[in-house]
């Protein structure tokens, strides 16, 4: 199979597409991001001839021509981190859409997207969400982003969490990992959000809840993880404390205002890399961490291998179910099959060195009848 791969080219994605190439596809590769691309990774990569189109610091014109040249080589397969490679490929190339088996995608706003080009109808082929499928969302957004985003904002800042105002903008998955983990350092957690239900899981998590015009005015730390835009704007910025830190983990770069931060600003320098302070009008300071892009991709590495081995798997096991099955499927957006959901968990816990109970046949029956009362 021929794979089109655009997703952040960091050493766990070298990883994987040595394990496409090792099954024998052949591969191209972009990042999905233009700050999230470890230049030593696809130097690496390059040199084993692999196909690969990225580097750190694209700009917006250079980030789509990597997609291009990925689009170019004509693929049977799709791996998309966010959609832009597929909205680039209906948009742009939608003939080419009738070679394709069928395609995945790895994060909650690309599911999002093609959700929502399904509906409208203009979705062409299958994808798998991989993002949805349990042994992924609940570990990868969860553990993997609540780790690697605040060690984004430690190698950015070097800040003290402990005693800080830290406020985590979506309690979804995202939010509910860096919430736990900002807690465990010490940081008193706010937490804003939209839905009532995620709202109270946060609430009744001990994290104070509160609308964001009201945790503006308190937070030392800001970190945005919903997928929605403007989640911190000029009218929030304006009620800031002097030295506060703002930063995001979500997909793309809209959840804090960065062009009103600019316009807010009467100067701007780095003091540290990934690490930008913006002095105010009035002399107050706000230091925005890796322009506003996903901090953990953008200021550290990303998540560690033990978790991105999940994500991966069901990445993997979801194009070979695909290579097989993908031209019986209409084109929609799918639920990575349970039992392949099922497998990558048994074997994550199987080279962690767990073992689990299994169900007597007895136990099987009464679960399955429940005839059986007081
Ligand atoms: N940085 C990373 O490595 C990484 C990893 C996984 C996912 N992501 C991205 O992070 C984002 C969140 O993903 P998720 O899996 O947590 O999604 P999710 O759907 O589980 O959670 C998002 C939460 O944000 C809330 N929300 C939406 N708009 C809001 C607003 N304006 N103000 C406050 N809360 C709001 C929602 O109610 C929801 O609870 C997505 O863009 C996703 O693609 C990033």
Not at 35 to 62: M, N, P, Y
């Amino acid at each position: 199979m021929r794979i089109a791969g655009c997703l952040h080219i960091t050493t766990e994605t070298a990883v994987l597409v040595r394990t496409l190439q090792a099954a024998g596809a052949q591969t191209a590769w972009s990042g999905c991001n233009p700050l999230s691309t470890q230049d030593d990774v696809a130097a690496a990569l390059a040199q084993e001839e692999i196909d690969i189109f990225g580097w750190r610091g694209l700009s917006k014109d250079e980030y789509y021509w990597c997609i291009e040249k990925v689009i170019a080589t004509k693929p049977n397969l799709t791996l998309d981190d966010g959609a832009d490679l597929v909205f680039t490929l209906h948009e742009a190339h939608p003939g080419q859409a009738k070679e394709i088996v069928g395609g995945t995608e790895e994060t909650t706003t690309g599911v999002h997207r093609l959700r929502a080009l399904a509906e409208e109808g203009r979705l062409k082929y299958p994808i798998i969400g991989v993002n949805d499928a349990e042994t992924k969302w609940d570990f990868d957004n969860v553990y993997g982003t609540g780790q690697s985003s605040i060690d984004g904002i430690i190698r950015a800042t070097n800040v003290l969490i402990a005693g800080k105002n830290f406020v985590v903008c979506g309690y979804g998955h995202c939010g509910k990992g860096i919430a736990m983990r900002a807690k465990g350092l010490g940081a008193n957690v706010i937490v804003t959000e939209v839905d009532p239900v995620n709202a109270l899981k946060a609430a009744m998590e001990g994290y104070r809840v509160m609308p964001m015009i009201n945790a503006a005015k308190i937070g030392n730390i800001f970190i945005t993880a919903t997928g929605c835009n403007d989640v911190i704007t000029g009218k929030h910025m304006s009620l800031m404390k002097d030295g506060v830190i703002l930063c995001n983990t979500g997909h793309f770069n809209v959840e804090v205002s960065v062009s009103e931060l600019e316009r807010l600003a009467k100067s701007k320098r780095e003091i540290r890399p990934n690490n930008m302070e913006y002095t105010l009008a009035d002399g107050r300071r706000l230091y925005l961490l890796a322009e506003g892009r996903l901090v953990n991709l953008g200021a550290a590495e990303g998540h560690p291998s033990e978790v991105m081995d999940m994500s991966f798997a069901n990445q993997f096991l979801s194009l070979i179910y695909l290579a097989k099955e993908g031209k019986n499927l209409k084109a929609g957006v799918y639920d990575v099959p349970k039992e392949l959901d099922r497998e990558v968990a048994k074997i994550k816990l199987q080279t962690m060195g767990f073992e689990i109970d299994e169900l007597t046949p007895e136990q099987v029956r009464y679960i399955r009848g429940y005839g059986a009362g007081t």
